[in-house]
């Protein structure tokens, strides 16, 4: 059973960071292309941030030059740092992989950035 765990969500004033984390079993984890997902209040779930398996990564615009996203295969994790916080980074943010046609994600971990 794929399951997927995120933690390290909370309140931080703008300007702050946080490191999202994302722990993954039930899958060959190193195989796979791992992505974090955000869904901001009222909005549509977006994508942030994607690491393949060989470690290439990519970021949405409104991200890139203050998110990283990486991924430790021994312990089966993947994490976002994120910096310079904008109140417009608030969201659920979810943990996201695709399993033999099918996606799966964690619960949410949630970020609020506000004064």
């Known amino acids: 059973q794929v399951r997927l765990v995120e933690s390290g969500g909370g309140l931080v004033q703008p300007g702050g960071s946080l490191r999202l984390s994302c722990v993954a079993s039930g899958i060959n984890f190193r195989i796979h292309a791992m992505h974090w997902h955000r869904q901001p209040p009222g909005k ?30 021994i312990w089966n994790r993947v994490y976002l740092q994120m910096n310079n916080l904008k109140p417009e980074d608030t969201a659920l943010y979810y943990c996201v992989t695709n399993f033999r046609g099918r996606e799966y994600r964690g619960q949410g971990t949630q970020v609020s950035v506000s004064s």
Do not use: Q
């Open 44 to 73: 549509e779930r977006e994508l942030a941030a994607s690491i393949s398996a060989s470690g290439t990564t990519d970021y949405s615009d409104s991200v890139k030059g203050r998110f990283t996203i990486s991924r430790d295969n």
